[in-house]
């Protein structure tokens, strides 16, 4: 019972487990499912396309009496009930944990949230941008590029990184539950989850508070920076003296390291427009191929370039299959996401097709009872949520 990224990214990713994923909707869908460039199809957007991939979708109104009823009867028949409503709307509704335990004492719930709910911002609003700017991703980019002003990622990271915690969050309370037969409530709150996941480098200085230094992460406000060469543009990354070396004697400037202001690891990352500026006098004497080649050879840490559109092209991933095309009976041609994740014994999902709001409804209905009974070969796998 989540909406737009946070949850359906957390979701998306038991689907890719294996498990069977219940979307349930009010009438008027998710959000996620109008944003973007208008689908074929109204409520088909392309995020949704991507995010809610093998979910089956019912759409009930949970203002009614019939409408609770059948998200009781699916919370007692599931796994794990995960939502994103806040904490007084999903209470007034009768789901709240308390609730929910009294009918189902065993289920693994999950709220997503914006704000830790022992603080004093519980119940806030939380979108990505929010996150970004409160957790201080936002004020890395005045450092990193010696902007005046704060910015924004141009990725929904919060959204993300934060669906990532909620899924730590479903799979330990699962394991919990496999161990000991107990369910359990679980918080997975947004501005928390970004605030461990960036402070695991720039937490810094403030490690240890007896002899405090400045917060932040050097190598996230360095120079570092795509290079340009002949045709386009490379990263190269010699992380250690040894890289540096065997770099500059193939590009013919062994002196470079005898610079005292680049003789030891800090100082090249203190003095890294120094040194960045001498590998981009270089890179652009040769093609992006030519170098790669030379940084292999050299065992130097080296890769192409690649803008959003190169993705589709990259040799790497058309290698592994990581972009598959598929039929979507009403949406026509699609690119899919392979799961990034390979396991040597669990089995590739076959990951259906992200369904039309309500489409499961009937089948839904029937395997809880309250229709005929549930259709013949009907997918009703181990792991529900």
């Given amino acids: 019972?989540?909406?737009?990224?946070?949850?359906p990214y957390c979701t998306q990713m038991l689907v890719e487990l294996g498990a069977d994923v219940v979307k349930v909707e009010p009438p008027g869908g998710d959000t996620l499912r109008q944003l973007g460039r208008p689908a074929k199809t109204p409520g088909m957007g392309k995020l949704h396309m991507t995010?809610?991939?093998?979910?089956?979708?019912v759409s009930w109104d949970l203002k009614t009496d019939e409408g609770r009823e059948r998200l009781r009867k699916l919370i007692s028949d599931s796994d794990v009930f995960i939502h994103n409503v806040r904490g007084e709307s999903i209470a007034r509704l009768g789901f709240d944990y308390e609730s929910v335990r009294s009918f189902a004492p065993e289920i693994v719930y999950v709220h997503c949230t914006g704000f830790d709910s022992e603080g004093p911002d519980t119940g806030m609003p939380a979108y990505d941008d929010i996150i970004q700017g409160a957790c201080g991703i936002a004020g890395l980019f005045t450092e990193a590029e010696g902007r005046s002003e704060p910015a924004y990622m141009p990725l929904a990271i919060a959204d993300k990184v934060a669906g990532l915690y909620a899924l730590q969050g479903v799979l330990g309370a699962i394991i919990h539950k496999l161990r000991f037969g107990k369910g359990q409530f679980v918080e997975a709150p947004m501005f928390e989850s970004l605030t461990a996941f960036h402070l695991l480098e720039n937490f810094a200085g403030?490690?240890?508070?007896?002899?405090?230094?400045?917060?932040?992460?050097r190598h996230t406000s360095d120079a570092r920076r795509p290079c340009r060469t002949a045709d386009g543009y490379i990263c190269v990354a010699p992380y250690n003296r040894g890289s540096w070396e065997r770099f500059f004697e193939i590009?013919?400037?062994?002196?470079v390291l005898e610079d005292e202001r680049l003789s030891t690891p800090w100082l090249r990352k203190k003095n890294g427009d120094l040194i960045y500026g001498i590998v981009e006098e270089?890179?652009?004497?040769r093609?992006?191929?030519e170098w790669l080649e030379i940084m292999r050879e050299a065992d130097i840490p080296a890769t192409r370039f690649n803008s959003l559109e190169d993705l589709l092209d990259d040799p790497q991933l058309n290698a592994v299959g990581f972009f598959r095309e598929r039929v979507h009976p009403t949406e026509g041609r699609f690119l899919d996401l392979r799961p990034a994740v390979r396991f040597s014994v669990l089995p590739d999902p076959e990951l259906g097709l992200a369904p039309h709001l309500g489409e499961h409804n009937d089948e839904i209905d029937a395997e809880l009872g309250f229709g005929e009974t549930a259709p013949e070969g009907s997918d009703r796998r181990t792991g529900s949520a």
């Fill in 1 to 7: 019972m989540t909406s737009v990224i946070f949850g």
């Fill in 51 to 57: 995010i809610n991939r093998g979910k089956r979708s």
């Fill in 206 to 217: 403030a490690v240890f508070p007896d002899e405090p230094g400045p917060v932040g992460y």
């Fill in 251 to 255: 590009i013919g400037r062994s002196e």
């Fill in 282 to 285: 270089i890179t652009p004497e």
């Fill in 287 to 289: 093609t992006t191929a």
